[in-house]
């Protein structure tokens, strides 16, 4: 418990560090959670509270949920979920315009290891319905994850995960939509319980922006019968 509050408060510290050296940067807050309910299926979901430059100012808030079907033990899941994303973005001076945006999504998950470095790939297809339209988007992200400390991620084990994550538009002229490159520092404080912050770099069509990201996961496993 000592190193997660020293851990917790050099990230609020690092924050407006962070914040004064590039006007660009937005927050971002996570929570996920995983429960399994059986050997093959488990929950899935995520809020996350996105901000502006001020953390008071909202830019997105993403609640989403699924169900997941595991083919074979701990790895290779499908999982099908919904979304609903509400955005807020600038319309003026000292004012915005707010929609939301409701979202349907299929998922693969497979993950092997090399040596020490985990990694997991992520195949997403998202039906998005906003604006009285419908959009199509496919979604691609490779994740590497480092044990630092220990020679897995267990109890007290530091880490490093960096990510990149492709964003494409379907049956549209503009395929492209966006990307995401993640580098992240991570600590588990138990095997329910996993902290992570780091930085995201966004790149959008010809903009860019930079996020100071906070995770918590919070995983429940079934409860194993003795034998």
């Known amino acids: 418990m000592k190193k997660f509050i020293c851990t917790l408060t050099a990230i609020l510290c690092l924050t407006p560090l962070l914040k004064a050296q590039n006007s660009d940067l937005r927050n971002w807050g996570v929570l996920n959670l995983n429960q399994k309910i059986s050997d093959r299926f488990s929950l ?19 609640l989403r949920g699924g169900i997941g079907y595991h083919l074979t033990e701990n790895n290779n ?15 003026g ?28 790939h992520r195949f997403r297809f998202e039906e998005r319905l906003m604006n009285d339209d419908i959009f199509f988007r496919f979604r691609y992200q490779l994740t590497a994850t480092i044990p630092l400390n220990k020679l897995t991620l267990q109890q007290d084990a530091w880490y490093l995960k960096a990510s990149n994550e492709l964003f494409l538009n379907a049956i549209k002229q503009n395929n492209f939509d966006r990307n995401r490159l993640h580098l992240m520092v991570g600590y588990v404080i138990s095997p329910k ?30 409860a194993k019968k003795p034998s």
């Open 44 to 62: 899935s979901s995520d809020y996350q509270y996105r901000t502006f430059e001020d953390i008071d100012q909202l830019n997105q808030l993403l």
């Open 93 to 120: 001076e000292d004012d915005y315009r707010s929609f939301g945006e409701n979202r349907l999504y299929q998922q693969f998950n497979t993950k092997h290891a090399i040596q020490r470095v985990g990694l997991n």
């Open 77 to 91: 899941t499908i999982l099908l979920g919904y979304a609903y994303v509400l955005t807020r973005v600038p319309a």
């Open 193 to 222: 319980l996993t902290i992570e912050t780091g930085y995201m770099k966004q790149h959008i069509q010809h903009a860019q922006t930079h996020h100071f990201q906070l995770g918590i996961t919070v995983s429940n496993p079934i």
